[in-house]
């Protein structure tokens, strides 16, 4: 349940879905009382012997120390003959707590390589929640040889649960490809509502799939889904300092091994790899603080890629635009500033502004169709369309964003995390 | 009055203050019924002959019709030898209008200049308020000969109502200073609460001066202030079309003529004209949309002045950042935050974060010291500085900006404007 009365979202799907299990994946979750009480707050997943890792991470200058650590397992390889394990916490970001930081993440995996016979690199792990509060890790520590009692492969719907802040409803997607010798699965969960402007990275993520497949190729699959799914979402424009997508290959689908990201079936893998990226970055949009409105931005007609992603950035991100789309009032003036303001290369008089099928601004000016009724009528929605046409070359870029509501203000301006 | 039931700003000063008339300066305003009804929206200014005309003006790629005009017209160099004029309305933008934004313009620029005997290319406007709507200008044209017969050197008051938007209260500024010869005045106006994210400018901003100074020399002056005041407030990080500031000294004033910036006499009046300047943002900022919090945000240590403003602006336009202080919330983790996403260097454990005199966090964690209810105590003020040293170099920037609010979606989300 949500802070400030908000039970769930209302863009929220009618049930959580049913995951597919991975062939050595296990997750338990519990409440270790880290800072929320009756309520799970701790993951643990365990990933089998000559599993393949790959991950991002964010950007930002001020990371937790989780995610540093996780940054500097990676950038070993990827490769976990012996196996690997996550543990997540929530309700405690641990970040920005100086030395302390990493001594925690040290006492946590450290505690999880002994109970599961792991090397402590291979064990990563996140925490979510406040920001400059100790992490209280002997709560985790001491929870841990339950958890790894109780690892099952059924358990990723409560481990949605159980990584949850001021989420309003767990999130999952999966997709299963048909491949040469048998079929591949691959499941995935997320957590986030706020503090959503991930760049390269996003919230906390964990993809699972029974693929052989060796670490860098795994790695560069992720990357290249990026921009069309966490990369291309907003909520509120601030980036987490704990953002972090870990992607493990169990390698135990009795499908051949993909050995190459452009043949038939690395192309298939990788397909159904961002379509379940892309499902799970809707998922985050849909739980926005306070979204009552799923809004599409798709700008084509730029100059570059680049100017598109500015110019559906500026969009996304204008808190007149999301408040006009709360009011449901079809104000394209709004859009002409966001374009403005952008700093991509546009002229005025190319420009056309279309919500759904309705063109609303044309040539410089408002269509000479245009019906405000009916693009009254259009913002009532709860699903929109917002296009940009720039007429100016073949950039392109589409995101996804949330309106800005009260409901944001309650949860924010007395949530401390 | 402003929309959604609110009266006036609780930052807002407690009456307008007593502006000294500036020689060769007269105001006059009217209700034209551009769009709003029962409230004046049309101000005339003419500006006596020998006058000197600077400016500066929004970088939005999609800028009103009248913006583009002005630049124009600037252009030529800003000497006015016949005199000037500004007209200007409020209620409609007269932005993304087409071609016949540009007619709007013609007609109403080319009435003033026939009704006061002045070159069309001397008559500057600004339009502001609804975008997208075509400007009904022979309203404007219609109520121009009853102005020029009410001009009045005393008519600067009402020129700040007619010109105001979402506002609650007229803005005014001046500064007097002594000269050899005699005294220098500054009197200044400015309308401005939403949509405030200045690039190269802001708002609708009109100062009068009686010096004596070139056109060059007082384009300089102007430009040198900018990064000091319109260009460090922002309300909601969205950006005009119409933003504009127009500069004009009358050389009516007794004192000697100013001859260079560099000077004691260059330097006294840059200093003042830079004060005005401040002070006309500081109460766009306390006029901010919703806002009931006025705050500094003090970077100091960065790697460069642009990283230090990079920073700033990452602070001031964050939503969560702006939502805590809404909420009375010491939440200095939304702070880290902010600074990580920046995208200037940072290294965590040399930042230091102050809230008033408070240090909240140091060596890349919370203060030794930190005393959560002597911070949420500070947070109840209605003026806060917050204050980040990044421990990286000596770059700074002082940026103003207000809180987010319950009373910013009110406005916002039901007000096409």
Known sequence: MGKAGITVSPLAPASFPDLPRIAG??????AAGVKYQGRTDLTLIRIAKGAQIAGVFTRSATRAACVLDNQAKLAGGGDAPDGAAIIVNSGNANAFTGARGQESVDAVTGAVALALGLPATNVYSSSTGVIGEPLPHERIVDSISDLVGRLDPAGAADAARAIMTTDTFPKGASAVIAAEGGEIRITGIAKGSGMIAPDMATMLVYIFTDAKISAPLLQDALTGGLGSSFNAITVDSDTSTSDALLLAATGQSPAAEILSL????????????????????????RDGEGATKFVEIRVTGAASDEDAHKVASAIANSPLVKTAIAGEDANWGRI???VGKSGAAADRDRLTIRFGDMVLAENGWRAPDYDEQAASAYMKNQELLIAVDMGMGQGAQTMWTCDLTHGYIDINADYRS
């Open 25 to 30: 994946v296990e997750f338990a979750s519990a």
């Open 262 to 285: 452009d043949d038939p079936a690395g192309r298939a893998f990788t397909r159904a790899l961002h379509g379940v990226m892309r499902e799970l970055a809707h998922l985050v949009v």
């Open 336 to 338: 002409v500033m966001a």
